[in-house]
């Protein structure tokens, strides 16, 4: 059973409560940098997630996403007709389909994730000096410390 938080520890309270905040700030900024060319975010969600598991199947991103695999079913169905993934036999049973993301589906990933980290990097750079820099990468790894 994880280890209760003790309510007097004020300073990893707040702590704990002020990096949730700016994580959930970094990703909408970061979300709303990406030029995701008319997709949604369930699809782009589901383009992402096929790229970071593997071939699925539409059961199977399904209970990923937790939603119901007729909603799933049309949410694939728009990405198999931009061409951005793709359906193939599944070698272990030929009555399914596993998806993944097609070579343009793949470079739609990567311009996102680029522009993502260009956006990062140019605020970075505007806003923060060397030394301040060096400040945040010493945080950073204390940060990845404590989500081992």
Request: aromatic residues 0%; charged residues 35%.
């Amino acid at each position: 059973m994880p280890e209760q938080v003790s309510l007097n520890d004020d300073a990893a309270v707040e702590a704990a409560r002020h990096l949730r905040s700016l994580v959930s700030r970094l990703r909408r900024r970061l979300r709303d940098e990406q030029d995701d060319e008319g997709l949604t975010p369930s699809q782009s969600t589901v383009l992402s997630d096929l790229d970071r598991e593997g071939p699925a199947t539409v059961s199977e991103l399904a209970a990923l996403e937790k939603i119901r695999p007729q909603s799933m079913a049309l949410t694939v169905g728009v990405l198999v007709d931009l061409g951005l993934v793709r359906a193939g036999p599944d070698p272990e049973d030929g009555r399914r389909k596993l998806l993944s993301p097609t070579t343009l589906g793949r470079e739609h990933l990567e311009a996102r994730r680029t522009a993502k980290q260009d956006w990062l990097v140019r605020r970075l750079r505007e806003e923060l000096d060397d030394d301040e820099l060096d400040v945040v990468a010493r945080g950073l790894a204390l940060v990845q410390r404590v989500t081992q």
